[in-house]
């Protein structure tokens, strides 16, 4: 198979709580050996079963602050009323690309806009979508179990998250995961053969007979 040299791709996932991002990043991941998962540092503690470098890399807070003023991190946010900061550290993802590796993100739509202000050129961003509100909130009371007002205010939170779906290149509606997860990967393979991300197209073309 004819490879030719490419800059890597960043490929944001976002979706309200519930519609699927994350199954349809997994399923990417099983079955794309040059896709790689986005592992963002945080300042919260790390929980029994985490690997640091695997599920997280845990920093001190001190540590983080450094890291924002040394311009270290490609997009953060705070959680949990302030308590948590969490964010994407520029320097794997930088050396991925350029190595022509792809790096899916899994990230909420302010992420997406701040990543798509560091690195232009190189973002592609899917919103994933649910097919109704019914069945959104059907996978949240089956996810998490909870009932009542917790299960209204993440359905709250879900409307407030769809309305920036125009902010994304690409839209897909979950109704099957698999169909999803391969419009999804269109998107992606689409992205990794843009002329201007074939930084060794020149170089082919001119080597053809």
Same mark, same amino acid.
């Given at each position: 198979?004819?490879?030719?040299?490419?800059?890597?791709?960043?490929?944001?996932?976002?979706?309200?709580?519930?519609?699927?991002?994350? #199954?349809? #990043?997994?399923?990417?991941?099983?079955?794309?050996?040059?896709?790689?998962?986005?592992?963002?540092?945080?300042?919260?503690?790390?929980?029994?079963?985490?690997?640091?470098?695997?599920?997280?890399?845990?920093?001190?807070? #001190?540590?983080?602050?450094?890291?924002?003023?040394?311009?270290?991190?490609?997009?953060? #946010?705070?959680?949990?009323?302030?308590?948590?900061?969490?964010?994407?550290?520029?320097?794997?993802?930088?050396?991925?690309?350029?190595?022509?590796?792809?790096?899916?993100?899994?990230?909420?739509?302010?992420?997406?806009?701040?990543?798509?202000?560091?690195?232009?050129?190189?973002?592609?961003?899917?919103?994933?979508?649910?097919?109704?509100?019914?069945?959104?909130?059907?996978?949240?009371?089956?996810?998490?179990?909870?009932?009542?007002?917790?299960?209204?205010?993440?359905?709250?939170?879900?409307?407030?998250?769809?309305?920036?779906?125009?902010?994304?290149?690409?839209?897909?509606?979950?109704?099957?995961?698999?169909?999803?997860?391969?419009?999804?990967?269109?998107?992606?393979?689409?992205?990794?053969?843009?002329?201007?991300?074939?930084?060794?197209?020149?170089?082919?073309?001119?080597?053809?007979?």
């Amino acid at each position: 198979m004819i490879e030719i040299a490419r800059r890597g791709v960043c490929l944001v996932l976002s979706a309200p709580s519930g519609a699927g991002k994350t #199954a349809i #990043a997994d399923a990417l991941l099983a079955t794309e050996p040059e896709l790689e998962r986005s592992i963002s540092v945080t300042t919260r503690d790390r929980r029994p079963r985490e690997t640091d470098g695997v599920h997280y890399h845990f920093m001190t807070e #001190a540590g983080f602050q450094q890291a924002l003023r040394d311009d270290a991190l490609l997009e953060w #946010a705070r959680v949990l009323q302030g308590t948590h900061a969490y964010g994407t550290p520029r320097v794997p993802v930088e050396q991925a690309l350029a190595a022509g590796r792809d790096v899916v993100f899994d990230i909420d739509w302010q992420g997406h806009r701040q990543l798509r202000e560091k690195l232009p050129a190189d973002v592609v961003s899917v919103f994933v979508l649910p097919p109704n509100l019914a069945a959104l909130r059907s996978r949240l009371v089956g996810r998490a179990g909870d009932h009542g007002a917790e299960i209204d205010r993440r359905m709250r939170v879900a409307t407030e998250e769809i309305r920036h779906w125009v902010e994304f290149d690409h839209v897909v509606v979950n109704e099957q995961l698999a169909v999803a997860t391969e419009a999804v990967r269109a998107v992606l393979r689409g992205a990794r053969s843009a002329t201007g991300r074939l930084t060794g197209l020149a170089g082919f073309v001119a080597g053809l007979d």
